[in-house]
Each structure stands twice: as C-alpha cells, then as structure tokens.
C-alpha cells in the first residue's frame, strides 16, 4: 500500500475533509500514518532486465527506477529499495535520504492554479486557492488553507490548519501559528485583504479582520478588528486604516495573474 492510499484510508476513519480536522485527529492521523525513509539511490549494476526489477515488491508505488542498462537513480522507500540494493543485482551505489521517518508526504503541486516558486514545502492536504503566490522557502503545514490572490512570502512558516483569506500578502519570515503542538482548538483565521509586515507572528486562535494591517515584527496575541493597523509587542491597535496606509500596502494585481482583483477596496 503505498503512502497516500494509507493516509487516505487512515483518513475515512475520521469521515471529515482534512482542512476540517480537529488538532487532536491531525495528531492521531501523524502518529497512525507509516514513516518511511525516502531517499535517491544512485547505482551501478545491470539493470539490463527491467521486467526483474518490476518484479521486486512496491515497484510503481513505493519506489521507481529512472536509467539505463548499467547506471540509475531509485528513488522512493528505502525499505523496498534495500532488498534490491542487497540482490546482487546493484554493484556499487550511494543512499541519499531525502527524508527520515516520513509520515506526511508533501502535496501534488501540479493541482494548484497558483504560482509556486522553488523552495517552497508544502505538505498534503493544503488548500491553495487560484493566482495565489507562494514564494521560495515558505512551508505550508497541512490542513492550512490559502485564499484566492495571496501572497505568502519567502520563508513564511504557516502552520497546521491555519486560515488565510483572500488578497492577502504574508511578509517575509512572518510564523502564522498552527494548532498541532502545543494543541490548540481554535486555528489563525486571518481575513480578505490583510496586510502582514515582516517577521510578524500570529499566534494560534487569532482572528485578523478584513482589510487590517499587522507591522513588521508585531507579535499578535489577541483578535484584530477590520481595518485597524495593529504594531508592537504585543500587537495594539495604533490607528485605522486610511489612505496614506493603503498606499504603502497595495496588493498588486499585475503579480497575480489577469483574473486577480487589486488594491484594497
């Protein structure tokens, strides 16, 4: 059974869309989920016959081979890989792992009509909505949602089940809290048309209304109404969002594709 079947089936014991699982049932279905080693395996040997290594258990589903007739790459479960590795058949060959005790594997990025630039790990069971943006080096946690035309910067860490709306921009560095450890019942819900500055973090519960603006490096331990400015540590309503704001917080729509909508109105 390869991973996804089984984290799928693992899954309709809870009989909820992953986004609507309870931290306690995200946990529940790691500590269920098989962890595999999953590594790229460069080997020498006689891969002349490749009717013998289809031949070898989890082919096609937990590992598969790209080559030629004396050199190639496996690449998947190191479990179902080793026995061919020790079969004779592999004269010389060199382990890379890619990953230790795997439970979640990371999301089919092809699903998403959104640009995705290198870098960026997301993991299964993500949502991530048209002409969004998710620059290099941001982690997605799983069950996060992602709203239509927002931008999540480099190296933005967005955690277990966390709700962005639409038209956001998420700046650089910023941590939007999840709710797996510590186990949180309540996830980030950030509104339509928020504006996070950089390295801001947003900790697990928080509501961020429509249209607010969150500064660089505030830490935002209580709800933020619409269309207030919020800075400081802890975060404090400063002002309401007014012109001069807008300005220096547009969401431009020429970055997100041509059915995208702009500004912040």
Not at 8 to 24: C, D, G, I, R, Y
Request: overall charge neutral; charged content about 25%; some cysteine.
């Amino acid at each position: 059974m390869d991973k996804k079947t089984h984290i799928n089936t693992t899954m309709s014991n809870f009989q909820k869309h992953p986004t609507e699982l309870t931290s306690e049932e995200i946990v529940e279905l790691i500590t269920r989920s098989k962890k595999r080693d999953l590594v790229r395996v460069y080997a020498s040997g006689d891969f002349s016959n490749l009717a013998l290594l289809k031949s070898f258990e989890g082919y096609g589903t937990e590992f598969e081979f790209v080559g030629g007739r004396d050199f190639g790459i496996f690449l998947g479960n190191y479990e179902f890989i080793r026995p061919i590795l020790e079969s004779g058949i592999v004269d010389t060959y060199k382990v890379e792992y890619l990953a230790r005790r795997s439970a979640i594997p990371l999301s089919d990025i092809s699903k998403f009509n959104a640009r995705i630039e290198p870098g960026a790990i997301i993991r299964e069971y993500v949502e991530i909505g048209d002409n969004a943006i998710i620059m290099m080096g941001a982690v997605i946690n799983i069950g996060a949602v992602i709203g239509e035309g927002t931008m999540i910067d480099m190296n933005v860490v967005i955690g277990a089940k966390a709700r962005i709306g639409r038209y956001c921009h998420i700046g650089a560095g910023s941590v939007i809290a999840g709710v797996v450890e510590p186990p949180s019942a309540k996830p980030v819900v950030i509104g339509d048309r928020v504006v996070i500055g950089a390295n801001a973090v947003v900790l697990e519960g928080v509501k961020v209304g429509d249209g607010a603006v969150v500064a660089a490096g505030a830490v935002v331990v209580t709800d933020v109404p619409p269309r207030t400015v919020v800075a400081g540590v802890p975060a404090r309503v400063i002002k309401t969002v007014d012109e001069k704001t807008e300005s220096k917080t547009q969401i431009l729509e020429i970055l997100r594709g041509d059915s995208a909508g702009g500004g912040r109105t």
